[in-house]
């Protein structure tokens, strides 16, 4: 079974530009999860879709922050404009039922990003 | 709001020692528990979880841990710990009644001298 894929792997940018981040859930996976790990802590979640529809985005910074998963699948997380402070792992992972989800979660390598 | 502490941030020991890292959880009602893992230049794994029953649950790798409900603690342990098993430990907890979605710790950062 194929994993959780991510691109790209690393991204540098200045600050103010844009970025975007993809990711392919594993197949049949219903919920994909947008997390956050800055160097040192743990991951923290931006948004939850379950299909193509948002669960929870309460900690996505919606100035800044965007996110899609327009047919169930894949999904893109947009930063623009960067800042420094968004330097960091973004991880996407899913998970397959849609009901009784017990939470157990399938993590890609995630994407490093570097905001100079 | 819900959140998950983890009482170390990193840990240093030698292969054959015992290792037991903390975890605990603010209160949320029915919960579900992982430990994940993480190995240099590796994404996150799972290494063992608990939903019910036994509250001692098996992982991989040799590791184990123990759900204390009263204590609202989720610790992690193996009694003898190998080089490779040099890694970053995150704790995370599913709080039922805030969703399917998982709030992690901080992490341990674990190095396991040779």
């Known amino acids: 079974e194929a994993g959780v894929a991510q691109s790209p792997r690393y991204k540098i940018i200045e600050k103010r530009q844009s970025v975007a981040f993809w990711c392919n859930p594993i197949?049949?996976?219903?919920?994909l999860y947008w997390y956050q790990q800055i160097l040192g802590q743990g991951p923290k979640l931006l948004i939850q879709?379950?299909?193509?529809?948002?669960?929870?985005d309460s900690q996505l910074p919606k100035d800044r922050f965007s996110a899609e998963r327009l047919k169930g699948v894949d999904s893109t997380l947009k930063i623009q404009p960067a800042k420094l402070e968004d330097s960091a792992v973004y991880l996407c992972?899913?998970?397959?039922?849609?009901?009784?989800?017990?939470?157990?979660?399938?993590f890609g390598e995630g994407s490093r990003l570097t905001v100079l | 709001a819900q959140s998950v502490s983890q009482h170390n941030h990193h840990v240093i020991l030698s292969e054959a020692a015992s290792l037991e890292l903390g975890c605990n959880y603010s209160?949320?009602?029915?919960?579900?528990l992982f430990w994940y893992v993480q190995y240099p230049g590796q994404h996150l794994q799972l290494l063992l979880k608990y939903f019910s029953g036994d509250p001692l649950v098996k992982g991989i790798k040799g590791f184990e841990a123990e759900f204390i409900k009263s204590k609202f603690s989720f610790n992690l342990r193996k009694p003898s710990v190998q080089w490779s098993d040099t890694a970053e430990y995150f704790c995370a907890v599913n709080f039922r009644a805030a969703g399917n979605k998982l709030t992690f710790g901080g992490g341990t950062r674990v190095l396991v001298k040779p």
């Open positions: 992972a899913s998970s397959p039922r849609t009901s009784g989800n017990t939470g157990e979660l399938f």
């Open positions: 197949s049949g996976h219903a919920t």
């Open positions: 879709f379950q299909n193509n529809g948002v669960v929870d």
């Open positions: 209160y949320g009602g029915t919960v579900n």
